[in-house]
């Protein structure tokens, strides 16, 4: 049977036959909407095929179909459609999760099992085992609002689908029953604590359990003695956003990053204590039982380091009992002890139950005390002004002293710190680093000026280094890097912290992000490299420098093939200036679910590097609903890393399968980048181009969803601003829209360019040779296929937006016939097609919901150019239909924002 076959009978024939069941359940009105939901889909199709408009099909739809029914009853219906949609991608998710292996070559290529295989009979074991010493994937979890899914709706997915593959039919009948009574959106916008919970059940469900197994998988393979695989570091890790990613969110306090770091903590010892009882139920044998009792009390002093006395005020604090001196101080601590047992279990008892302990010791190993490693965020523009009103301190401070500081002194009077150019801003900061430590009443000075919390996010990382390890947070990531001053200034801030004794315990990362500043990565790194303050700063820090690159900003900048093609260029720039200087660069990829913010086949990305592209450690983040439909079950998880894991090995051990780009390749993909980029831009500049996103999708809605704590735009004013506007929304009204901008677009014109000058076989042969070519088309195509152009066809004849739409629409035909003749596919992924069957099912299912969407759009835009009044309550209808409508969409595709 062939995935496709598979997906068929165990996916779609499923979903038809259980969706059935739902519409038969005790609920009011239904059955009704339910047997009424295919014939409005059908209805309004016929319609907009016929030119009409969403709002003139909808409203057609009540005459005839509907006759009678009043406007309340009308609103009514449209809710219950979309409730209906919700629930049913729902079922649809929970039976591709419950197929997940038996629709997916998971032994295929790119798994444990083949890459193993191959190292076996080629017999590159011990190369295998000296790259896994230093080799590491880390996955970040981040909290950015692209899930759309309450916990709830979360944990009735994971049921369901357990239901559905023991074909469980009350159970299934249940769980459906509970799906029509639990709410699908959050009654108001999560806490950034929240969203720390909410990412902790995939911790403590998925990746606790397959972490270790994947560890343990690919150890094995070395050919290494049991206990010698057990001195390796993971070659997976979690990272962690949540709590500490500060950019743009006011609510993420210092408070609140040591408030989850703490629960990183009590989470893994709790996770830690229960298999603790498990082998308190195993190890029952003399001398070795009194070990495993004093571990487990040992731990539990470790995770409750307090008791309350009978009788004592629990409130005061009186009467509590710190036993924190009786736990253990650290997770090389803890499996010290592990070590230990395990020894005397081979010793003396045969190694009977040995292998719970080396899971166990595994699992300490990979998550230590920390679980996660969170990362600290904040915007260069905020440390700016921050360093601005330090050193203005530090200036009266030693002019006070008779000592000023000279760049900030010239004969045409006083300067400031926004002043000085790159160049003088560096060189002040070296004369600086002779102050630290400051006075207390600097610090107070500075303190009382309003940027405590800055430099609390600061000592508030020291504090969780002191409790979860160095492990638990060890990178402060810069935004919208510009310059060498950019990272400097956080050098300054963190010796301003009081991380001056010692050395500073901190990777500091830049991130680049728009096509100027990944152009400019190169010379930033280079300057700095070249700075002795701090040369001596990476010495503390094994001479490695991680540089993050982002995905999402730079295709809103410069469009899908540049961004990409850029950020390419800037990995390779970087690894030379970087192994230049002696230094090894560590990648942290920015990247999002779909393609336009750098998602789709990612682990494909990662096969085609190359070895001018350094990739010994690939960190990248995951977010949102990617989280859920790529990590939410413990055979998509292991999929997915397996994925990741084996595209390192891959493109080390067996670098000749990857294909160089060579010089001539280079000038090829300049050139397509050029021709793409100024196509986008040539949209972007399109005087209506804002306001096309403002009025024509739902882009105004978002912040009204509760789905994320963050807001839609960095900035705090009301006035809109496309440089402000984050990524996750810009990427998501055009989602919306169905047109997928930043997917694709200028790929067609740029591919066109080369067949009408003579070039398309050039590009045809990069196609078939160069696998990063080869997935940068490829996830276009994925994309494309989720566009829905019938949606919008009616704008065409807009007087304001028709000549941008038809660009779009003329951009997205073009690049369909030109991917399909360089792909040599017939149809949008051909090759493909268990993912093109569940693209076209999922875009069925949504389309009434997005129908709703786009007629509730027209109504309050109708209102808004004066075309026809609405009463307040009208209008406050018809923004709630948008609202409601977002979340099925999303959901449905998946990785949509």
Not at 815 to 839: A, F, M
Not at 862 to 883: H, M, N, P, Q
């Amino acid at each position: 049977m062939d995935n496709l076959r598979a997906f068929e009978e165990r996916v779609v024939m499923k979903y038809h036959v259980f969706n059935g069941m739902f519409l038969t359940l005790p609920f009011e009105g239904v059955t009704d909407a339910g047997l009424m939901l295919p014939i409005f889909s059908a209805f309004v199709a016929d319609q907009l095929e016929r030119g009409r408009t969403p709002g003139e099909a909808v409203e057609r739809f009540f005459r005839e179909k509907m006759t009678g029914a009043r406007p309340e009853e009308q609103t009514d219906m449209l809710f219950k459609f979309m409730q209906l949609v919700e629930r049913q991608v729902v079922l649809f998710d929970a039976l591709e999760d419950a197929s997940y292996q038996r629709i997916r070559d998971v032994d295929g290529p790119g798994s444990l099992r083949e890459l193993l295989s191959r190292v076996e009979s080629e017999q590159r074991r011990q190369e295998l085992a000296e790259f896994l010493r230093e080799y590491r994937v880390r996955l970040v979890l981040t909290a950015h609002p692209t899930q759309f899914y309450p916990d709830e709706i979360l944990g009735i997915i994971t049921d369901l689908g357990d239901a559905l593959d023991g074909n469980d039919i009350r159970r299934v009948h249940d769980l459906l029953l509970q799906m029509g009574m639990t709410r699908f959106k959050n009654k108001e916008k999560p806490t950034p604590y929240d969203e720390a919970k909410s990412l902790l059940w995939f911790m403590e469900n998925v990746f606790y359990r397959t972490v270790p197994d994947i560890h343990r998988r690919l150890l094995g393979a070395t050919g290494l003695d049991d206990a010698d695989t057990l001195e390796f570091a993971s070659p997976l890790e979690l990272g962690f956003w949540p709590g500490g990613d500060r950019d743009g969110n006011p609510f993420v306090t210092s408070e609140l990053t040591v408030q989850i770091g703490h629960t990183l903590r009590a989470s893994i010892l709790a996770l830690y204590l229960h298999d603790m009882k498990q082998l308190l139920r195993r190890l029952t044998f003399d001398g070795v039982v009194e070990r495993v009792e004093a571990i487990h009390e040992r731990l539990e002093f470790t995770l409750y380091p307090f008791t309350v006395t009978p009788g004592s005020d629990s409130e005061s604090g009186s009467g509590c009992e710190d036993r924190a001196d009786l736990g253990y101080d650290s997770a090389d601590a803890f499996l010290e002890d592990l070590r230990r047992l395990r020894e005397q279990i081979h010793a003396n008892h045969g190694g009977l139950y040995g292998d719970l302990v080396d899971e166990l010791m595994y699992r300490v190993r990979i998550f230590g005390f920390h679980f996660a490693t969170m990362d600290i965020r904040q915007d260069s523009r905020v440390h700016e002004r921050l360093v601005a009103s330090l050193v203005d301190i530090l200036s009266r401070y030693r002019s006070d002293m008779g000592h000023p500081i000279p760049v900030l002194s010239s004969p045409e009077g006083d300067r400031t710190y926004a002043d000085l150019t790159v160049d003088e801003r560096l060189a002040l900061i070296e004369d600086l680093s002779d102050l630290f430590p400051l006075d207390r009443e600097i610090l107070d000075d500075l303190d009382a000026g309003g940027s405590r919390d800055t430099i609390q996010s600061l000592r508030a990382a020291r504090s969780i280094q002191h409790l979860n390890g160095e492990r638990g947070v060890h990178r402060y990531i810069i935004s919208n890097t510009r310059n060498a001053a950019n990272v400097m200034e956080v050098w300054l801030l963190a010796h301003t912290a009081g991380w001056s004794e010692g050395g500073c315990a901190l990777d500091i990362v830049p991130l680049f992000e728009t096509v100027d500043d990944l152009e400019r990565a190169r010379d930033v790194m280079d300057r700095l490299y070249s700075m002795p303050l701090y040369r001596k700063h990476l010495a503390t820090r094994n001479d490695i420098q991680t540089i993050m690159l982002g995905f999402s900003d730079g295709t809103k900048d410069g469009g899908y093939m540049t961004a990409n093609w850029k950020i390419f260029r800037a990995k390779q720039e970087l690894t030379e200036i970087s192994r230049r200087h002696g230094y090894r660069v560590v990648f942290f990829d920015g990247r999002g679910g779909p393609p336009a913010r750098g998602g789709g086949n990612t682990h494909k990305f990662y096969r085609s590097l190359g070895r001018n592209i350094e990739s010994r450690e690939i960190h990248l983040t995951i977010q949102g609903q990617t989280i859920s439909s790529k990590y939410g079950t413990p055979p998509a998880a292991t999929h997915n890393m397996e994925q990741l894991v084996s595209a390192g090995v891959d493109a080390a051990l067996f670098p000749e399968d990857v294909y160089e780009l060579g010089p001539q390749d280079t000038a090829l993909l300049d050139e397509l980048s050029a021709q793409c980029n100024a196509e986008y831009l040539k949209l972007k500049a399109h005087p209506d181009f804002v306001s096309y996103l403002l009025e024509c999708s739902p882009l105004r809605y978002y912040g009204m969803t509760n789905i994320g704590s963050r807001p839609t735009s960095r900035s705090a004013t009301a006035d809109f601003s496309l440089a402000d506007l984050r990524a996750i929304p810009f990427v998501g009204a055009w989602s919306q829209l169905k047109q997928n901008v930043p997917g694709f677009y200028g790929l067609g014109t740029g591919l066109a360019y080369f067949r009408s000058t003579g070039r398309e076989k050039d590009i045809g042969d990069l196609y078939g040779r160069s696998l990063f070519f080869r997935t940068l088309v490829e996830n276009a195509m994925q994309a494309l296929q989720k566009t829905q152009f019938s949606l919008t066809y009616y704008l065409q004849r807009d007087e304001r937006f028709g000549d941008l739409w038809k660009m779009v629409f003329d951009e997205a035909q073009r690049t369909i016939h030109e991917i399909k003749r360089v792909s040599g596919q017939s149809t949008l992924l051909e090759n493909d097609p268990v993912v093109r069957r569940s693209i076209e099912i999922r875009e069925q299912m949504v389309f009434p919901s997005l129908v709703i969407q786009r007629y509730a759009l027209d109504k309050l835009r109708s209102r808004d150019v004066g075309d026809t009044e609405y009463t307040d309550d009208e209008a406050v209808t018809f923004e709630k239909l948008i609202v409601k409508s977002l979340a099925a969409s999303v959901n449905a595709s998946r990785n949509a924002v």
